[in-house]
């Protein structure tokens, strides 16, 4: 495994505005830090999903990984404590494939197309899948597979799945299989160990730790519009906190230091930002110059389309078939209709998280797991597992003396802020913040969201790690 040394300069004014875009944090149930004099962060190990894995543009490849958050926050722990390494299981040059920038239309949604992946050495495609085509990429394994990296995010882990034999076993990659191909390509051939078994094994070691994990349990609903992955009930939520402290009880062992991070609010993610319903509708009135109304398939079944409600979100990928002809059996005749722009012929529940059930069901699944608002019998949300360690939490509540990741960083990003005089908004690409999948970051948003932590962990333990100058990063990993 190689570790990347990234060139971060760093200049006084971006620390300054650093400081002022992500606050400070602090330790739950404490209004004042309880200084931690020699915090060690020279062997510092990264827990979670795709974020923390480094996905950029829809994949993974070599640059992703350098610029994911977890290696640029290594990177300013090592200028703080003089020492330390970071391994990543690296991939080669292209990796599991991305998609390539072309242009953004009129009404916001990125045009892209899918560059090949040089790491992928075959398919597993499930036809009785939920999602057709469902394809699962087998890639070449990392260059040391065995010796576990330091990056332990694997993209589409979910926490249901941290007790689950042969995960990485490619005797699992079948139709239908529970298998992860990122994880496969960590492990020696035909391992069976669990994921929870190899982070007991990689934390022996570890000094430091950062816990970001949980948004790849919700993405196959979101994605889906609903009609695939697991309904996000309160069984659902609870089992999610179960597992997150299964994790967080190796990751604590011996009084092991770290910082937690909370889910942020799924609707500044631009895959569901780009299509809330009401600003949807007036910017495709706008592009098409009418007064024509936006109609989704009734969530209750009884009537064939109903006006779009600032509630619902169209998810971002079905942006560029809205007002596309399609053909419509009305009574005995097939007519061609615009998709979505014509009450006959409304947008499918697919393509839309609805108001009435699956955005309420979503949000309340991440404040359960973030705040433990879920009704009895509830398992410990990231809140109240954060006092318990006595860890820093990178928080969502605004009434907290606590770094807000999600007012102060993803919301903040929804509208626009300035970073050292640079602009950063939630548009895909060209907002700098996220990429062309609509959901992962780029090296800047990287960087941004390593600073977060950063700051919290500044606030928590007393230290000066440095902030990253995310401008001077480039705008796309590829």
Known sequence: MKNFSLNLGRTAGFIAAATT????????????????????VSNYLAVGDTY???????????????????????????SFSGGGTFTQPIIDGSGSGYLSFLDVSP???VRSRRVAGQA????????????????VRLLTRSTTAGTLPQNLGIPGLLLSQINTAN??????????????????????????????????TASTSATFFTFFQGLDDLMPYIRSGGTCGSTPTTNFA?????????????LTAGGRQGVIAKLPNITTLPLLSLGQGDRLQARLQASFGDKTLLYIEDPLGIGPGQPISSDDYVLATTLPRIGQLTPVLVGSTTLMLPYGRDVRNPLRDADVLDATTEMNLLTAAVSNYNNNTGVAPAAPGLE????????????????????????FLFSQVDGIISVGGVQYSAEPVRGGFFSTDYYSLTPRGNGLLANAFITAINRAYRTNIPAIDVNTLPTIAQ
């Open 21 to 40: 875009l992500l606050l400070t944090a602090c330790a739950p149930g404490q209004d004042t830090p309880t200084p931690v004099v020699n915090v060690n």
């Open 52 to 78: 923390t894995a480094g996905v950029s543009a829809g994949g993974l490849t070599r640059n992703s990984q350098e610029y994911s958050f977890p290696n640029q926050l290594a990177r300013q722990f090592q």
């Open 107 to 109: 009404i916001g949604y």
């Open 120 to 135: 992928v050495r075959g398919t597993v495609v499930n036809s009785n899948s939920c999602i057709i085509p469902d394809t």
């Open 167 to 200: 995960l990485g076993n490619q005797s699992n990659a079948t139709p239908g299989g529970t298998f992860n191909p990122y994880f496969e390509r960590l492990l020696p051939a035909a391992d069976n160990r669990t994921y929870l078994q190899v982070l007991t």
């Open 238 to 250: 609870n089992t999610m906190k179960q597992n997150a402290k299964r994790v967080l009880d190796v």
């Open 384 to 407: 109240t597992l954060a006092k318990t360690y006595k860890l820093p939490i990178i928080t969502t509540s605004t009434s907290e003396s606590a770094l807000n990741l999600n007012d």
